[in-house]
């Protein structure tokens, strides 16, 4: 196990490297295409702005470079461990990254984890009742799940649990002026997070859901199955450790290329319920077009992405030792 394990780090050190150079340098590259600049934003927030005023703000923040010596100083200061700094938010890149970063990983992790926890429970029960009602059933409500837009399952959620029932906050992270501690403010923080998080996870379940389905009706029809059936092995324990572990190597497999689209996800969700992360921090560095801190949150989504498909690598290993040795 160890072995395999060093032999998926050593693969994933070799590939990193270049991956995030090459991600850093067409992100810089397409980045210039947008119109306008920092310093056209900042011109149009104060009211006027005379030519002389203009060209001393690009000059100040670099922005009157060439554009090869532009992306050799992003690089340079890469290298030694800086994202630059933000002419908009007046700080540094990493500082705003690292107040939001917490917010859009707790938010990711736990629409993962109900997505992924709902997805296996439905597929699980739609392969075990395969062609009977329950498996229709569900079908059909995975099939909305589907169907239906995330930021249009929020907007739902909102109008019936915060706006009819009053059981659920539709805004920011947490109760403002509070001032809570312990278990009160744990289970404040969970009542933000319940409903972007279903709102985020809606369309994944339903992936999950039929990938888990069709793998374990899969897994059924072979040979070791039948074994396993013939030795007079529990069924439910034949389901849960035969059936259920082969079925969720594929669908692993496709929780971590999912993630680069939770981020995505996670702008319009963080928007809509005024979540705190970086969704919505790159959407403000769009708005002000502050190419810094867009790069940065770029950067750090691209790695997050990197090594979570690391995770799943070494989880695959787990799963069927096979994988690890080919």
Known sequence: MGRRIATTLRRAAIHAGPTV???????????????????????????????????????????????????????????HGSLGYSPRFN????????????????????????ALLLGIVLG????????????????????????????WVGLMAVVLFSVKLGWLPNDGSETIGAHLTGFAFLADRLSHLVLPALALASFFVAVYARLVRTSMLEVQRQDFMRTAQAKGLNPFLIQLRHALRNALIPVTTVAGMHLGNLLG????????????????LALEAVLARDFSVL???????SLLVIVANIAIDLLHAWLDPRIGEA
């Not at 939001?100 to 707790?106: D, I, K, N, V």
């Open 21 to 79: 150079l090459g991600i850093v340098v067409l992100d810089f590259l397409f980045l210039q295409l947008m119109p306008g600049d920092a310093a056209d934003v900042m011109a149009t927030e104060a009211g006027s702005a005379t030519e002389e005023s203009m060209a001393a703000l690009r000059h100040q923040f670099g922005l009157d470079l060439p554009l090869l010596s532009q992306l050799g100083n992003f690089l340079d200061h890469l290298a």
């Open 91 to 114: 700080t540094t890149v990493l500082d705003l990254i690292l107040q939001r970063l917490p917010g859009t990983l707790l938010l990711m992790i736990t629409a993962l984890s109900f």
């Open 124 to 151: 699980s029960v739609m392969a075990a009742w395969a062609g009977k009602w329950p498996d229709r059933l569900l079908s059909v409500v995975v099939l909305l799940l589907y169907s239906m837009p995330g930021f």
């Open 265 to 280: 996800g996670a702008v319009v969700v963080e928007t809509l319920f005024g979540w705190p992360g970086m969704g919505r």
């Open 295 to 301: 790069l940065g949150v770029l950067l750090l989504s």
